[in-house]
């Protein structure tokens, strides 16, 4: 028995998310459903991120438990032959048994991306926001300053999320344009249901002058979902990264 671990990008548009679920098609189950079928044994993988329906990835993290005497680093060719077009595995090695990719620690990377310009570009209407209203760059990024260290992030989660706790360490969270594109980018050790969403809806507040940038500070001392801004839409979010420093 070995621990095979996959690095995974996806177009997440046509998907119901990454977890398994009964009202629609996931990212997970199509992956369970062809290592299944490759491996000729019932895979159920285990993910490191569970990303919203529409949300889309270029790096996100799954393990399994097989017998296969594939090695491990074969295994991304022959699954990226039977896997549809919007799925890719970047990635895959062994890893040790104990290994867990929502257990071990871990620095997770975002970015939402938003396109601010008077009329929308039709190819990049499912991998952006489209916001007509010029966005002060200025001001988000200084209220993304704020977010930065370690905080109560009650505010900025959805209910319906099982965390333990809402405290989290944000890393690294700037705003920065080029050309029409603005691009919140996030660095963290985790993150809450819907946290990154609920950010980047508050920061797009701050860049229409709703909020000043140090409302940010009284949304975290606050711990209270309503009074932060509302959830960005899913196809501006990328899962671009997740790296294990212990692995």
């Known amino acids: 028995m070995k621990r095979v671990m996959l690095t995974i990008s996806y177009d997440g548009t046509n998907y119901c998310g990454w977890q398994t679920q009964p009202n629609g098609i996931t990212v997970e189950e199509i992956i369970n459903q062809k290592l299944s079928e490759l491996l000729n044994e019932e895979i159920i993988v285990i993910g490191a ?18 017998n296969t005497k594939i090695p491990a680093e074969k295994i991304k060719f022959a699954l990226n ?29 975002y970015e939402y991306s938003i396109l601010n310009r008077r009329i929308p570009i039709p190819m990049l209407r499912l991998y952006s926001l489209f916001q007509y209203v010029p966005l002060d760059v200025e001001k988000m990024n200084r209220a993304a300053s704020y977010l930065e260290g370690e905080h109560d992030f009650t505010s900025f989660c959805s209910l319906g999320g099982n965390a333990t706790t809402t405290v989290r360490t944000v890393y690294v969270c700037t705003v920065t344009k080029e050309g029409d594109m603005i691009t919140i980018h996030i660095e963290g050790n985790g993150f809450l249901y819907n946290m990154v969403r609920i950010i980047a809806g508050t920061l797009i ?27 960005a839409p899913a196809q501006g979010l990328k899962l671009v990264k997740l790296e294990y420093p212990d692995l």
Do not use: C, M, W
Not at 54 to 63: C, E, K, P
Not at 210 to 218: A, M
């Open 81 to 109: 032959q039977r896997l549809p077009e919007d799925i890719r595995i970047e990635d895959s090695r062994e890893v040790p048994q104990d290994f867990h990719p929502r257990k071990n620690k871990s620095r997770k990377t």
């Open 49 to 66: 991120s569970r990303t919203d329906s529409g949300v889309h990835s270029l790096g996100n993290v799954a393990v399994f438990d097989t």
């Open 205 to 231: 507040k701050v860049g229409l002058g709703v909020y000043p940038p140090e409302h940010v500070i009284e949304i975290l001392e606050a711990k209270d979902r309503q009074v932060a801004g509302p959830k």
